[in-house]
């Protein structure tokens, strides 16, 4: 992470600007923060940098959560600020070129926006979640070269893994999304989706809320899925393949294939591991029937609230509120003037949670990136909302 330690800075007027950067306002910690944070927008997007006191020095660098990439950005950023604070460097790590060259390796992995704003609609589309070592994803890709395949993974080393393959075998139809699954889905539109892998998913034995497959992702496969679309389990977890099945046949429609022990066009290390051991494995393959109805996808996240009440500074608590399928948790204040204050908050679903600030300007409204548009995300901003209005 590029950043800057300096013995002093000097805090200038904004809005200010520096090599297309604008420096637009210090926001200074109030409640449950020690730090400064600085508004800075480029090319049409907005980050915050950080200035967090460390002994007689202070630490400059970007705010983890609205941080935008390339790094080489960021570390512009940082140097057209110093520049316009007249920084007393102690030391800073702006130099190396690194972040370039990493960029170019990873065209092919994409993040969420892009799946949001712009999801591949020119051909059908298949999804492997947990794509692990990659084997079954790169055959499938290279025997099906008119189907763009999706490869979801959250384990860092499996997706560089495999975004090494990709270049090596010259695949032009595989996007790579670092993405929890069990939110994904609910971001797809429906009915563009031939078939959804899900292979020897992790069984959570102990932690049944963190395993992938749940009501609620069976909902959105059979949105998503085209009529005749498939929905493929493989496990050697007999109590997942019982706890599947009793989820499966829970749905009012649908049509179901179980196979044992049949043999797979390629099997995973998982599978040859198991086979090795004598291990059966389960296959279950639901077929969605139905066209579904579509999904907007286009919650705005705007607020209708106008500036922050005082009674609200007044009883801020940083105790998370928890209701039944989201929760919000106010973590820090920030003052910039007299009516202008930036809130950091997170809240969402318990698994994969939205990191986020509001500016109020005085009117509120996000700061950087809007949320993901999941089912959790729009309750929580409908009762953010509430709050915010007294
Ligand atoms: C047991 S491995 C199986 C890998 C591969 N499918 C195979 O058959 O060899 C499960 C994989 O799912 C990934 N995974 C677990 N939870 C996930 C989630 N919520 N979203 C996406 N991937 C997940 C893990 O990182 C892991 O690589």
Request: a positive charge; aromatic letters at 12%.
């Amino acid at each position: 992470m590029p950043h800057i330690v300096v013995n002093s800075y000097e805090r200038f007027t904004t809005p200010r600007s520096q090599d297309g950067f604008t420096f637009l306002w210090f926001a200074d910690g109030i409640l449950g923060a020690s730090d400064r944070l600085v508004g800075v927008s480029y090319e049409g997007r907005e980050f915050l940098l950080q200035i967090r006191p460390k002994g007689p020095s202070c630490i400059i660098k970007p705010d983890k959560l609205t941080r935008l990439s390339p790094t080489i950005v960021m570390k512009e950023a940082l140097r057209a600020f110093c520049l316009l604070a007249k920084c007393e460097k102690v030391y800073d790590n702006l130099s190396s070129i690194k972040a370039i060259h990493a960029q170019k390796a990873k065209e092919y992995l994409k993040d969420i926006d892009f799946f949001l704003h712009s999801f591949p609609g020119q051909k059908e589309v298949w999804i492997e979640i947990g794509f692990g070592s990659g084997r079954h994803l790169l055959h499938q890709a290279k025997n099906h070269p008119d189907i763009l395949f999706i490869g979801l993974e959250i384990h860092k080393p499996s997706i560089d893994q495999l975004l090494g393959q990709i270049k090596l075998q010259g695949l032009q139809n595989i996007l790579v999304l670092d993405y929890d699954a069990r939110l994904f889905l609910e971001l797809v539109p429906s009915n563009v989706v031939g078939k959804i892998f899900l292979h020897f998913p992790v069984p959570w034995d102990k932690k049944p809320h963190r395993r992938v497959l749940s009501r609620k992702f069976i909902q959105e496969a059979k949105r998503v899925l085209k009529p005749g679309g498939i929905l493929e389990l493989r496990t050697d977890s007999k109590s997942y393949f019982d706890y599947g099945l009793e989820l499966f046949l829970q749905e009012p429609k649908l049509k179901l294939q179980i196979d044992k022990n049949i043999e797979p066009p390629i099997s995973s290390k998982y599978e040859d591991r198991w086979v090795r051991l004598g291990k059966d494995i389960y296959d279950v393959r639901m077929e969605a029937l139905e066209l579904s109805a579509p999904k907007d996808l286009g919650f705005d996240f705007v607020f209708g609230a106008s500036g922050l009440r005082e009674s609200f500074i007044e009883n801020f608590s940083t105790k998370p509120m928890v209701f039944e399928e989201f929760f919000i948790h106010f973590e820090k204040l920030y003052r910039i003037d007299e009516d202008r204050y930036l809130l950091k908050l997170s809240f969402g679903s318990f698994d994969r949670p939205a990191h986020t600030y509001i500016l109020f300007d005085p009117k509120p409204r996000y700061f950087g990136k809007r949320p993901i548009p999941t089912d959790a995300n729009i309750a929580a901003h409908k009762r953010i909302e509430e709050i915010l209005h007294g």
